[in-house]
């Protein structure tokens, strides 16, 4: 009986193979369904923002930078762009002629009740921050967020193919960059002409990652292509911007490189060049990134790469 009991106890013990399976798979799902959520919920564009302005930081010499800067910063990305697409929502509802859900407006729609009330949280959050901020930062932020205020109301206002809304793309580089960048310009007496190139870097960067993913999205659906500057410049105007302004950046990095001493300048140029690279090879190859949205996970996540020179 002992021998029986304990040779029971073995098997018990002893993993299932097909059980391992599964398990694998849930978890992988699990992973899967998580990642995607984050990436729904713009993470990757926050988290950017947030490695971008370390970097810009350092650069500047705005050390050490004010703590609440990053954070307040990342609240502030996060429900810009969480209100504008629940407000897309809103209006295809009431709109039915109004552009097509996208799968991350259908991930908002599904959960709108609960991202409302994550907004307000988010909001309340970045307030009670604000009163720690340095005087400079909070009349910047409060510039910025009245104009991204104007914007978000604006753009839900006004017709679906409305001229106007083709300054979206532009005006959410400028917004974003002005974010990015002047959070730490205004905190600092003054700036140099290296900080202005590459802040001006960053918008064309900025931009770029905004024109390519018009493009990727009229490529997806080209049946019923979204109403943005791909579908009124064109496609092979999209593309001609796009690689001029690759070279612009990767010019300008090898500028700084050659006219300035400053190594962590030099370093960060050139990260801002393979960024603007990184994207350039996204638009070479659009049947390989339009699988699985592949354009957006990429395209979002160079502006992961500051944190290689941090």
Known sequence: MAGSAGLGLSRLSKPCPFLLVLDLIFNEYLLLTLLRSLYYLSF??????????????????????????????????FIIYTVDRLL??????????????????????????????????????????????????????VVVGVICAIYVGVVFRLPTRHPALLLKEPLVAILYTAGVWGSI????????????????????????????????????????????????????NCGSIIRWLTLGVVLSAFAICFFTSDRFAQRSALMLSLMSL?????????????????????????????????
Do not use: C
């Open 44 to 77: 990757p564009v926050v988290i950017g923002a947030v490695l971008s302005n370390r970097m810009a930081a350092r650069l500047s010499d705005v050390d050490p930078v004010h703590w609440a800067t990053p954070i307040v910063l990342g609240l502030v990305v």
């Open 185 to 236: 310009w205004v905190q600092r007496p003054s700036i140099t002409s290296v900080d202005v190139v590459e802040g001006l870097m960053f918008l064309g960067i900025a931009f770029q990652n905004l024109l390519l993913f018009a493009v990727m999205e009229q490529l997806q659906t080209p049946e019923q292509p979204l109403f943005s500057l791909a579908t009124a410049w064109g496609l092979e």
């Open 88 to 141: 897309d929502v809103r209006k295809n509802r009431i709109d039915a002629s109004s552009q097509p859900l996208t799968a991350r407006h259908a991930f908002h729609q599904q959960r709108a009740p609960l991202l409302w009330r994550t907004v307000v949280v988010a909001a309340l959050l970045a307030l009670v921050l604000t009163f720690f901020l340095p005087e400079s930062v909070i009349r910047f932020g």
């Open 278 to 310: 990184t994207l350039y090879g996204i638009q070479r190859y659009p049947a390989y990134f339009l699988k699985h949205e592949r354009y957006r996970w990429l395209g979002d996540s160079v502006f992961w790469m500051p944190v290689l020179v941090l």
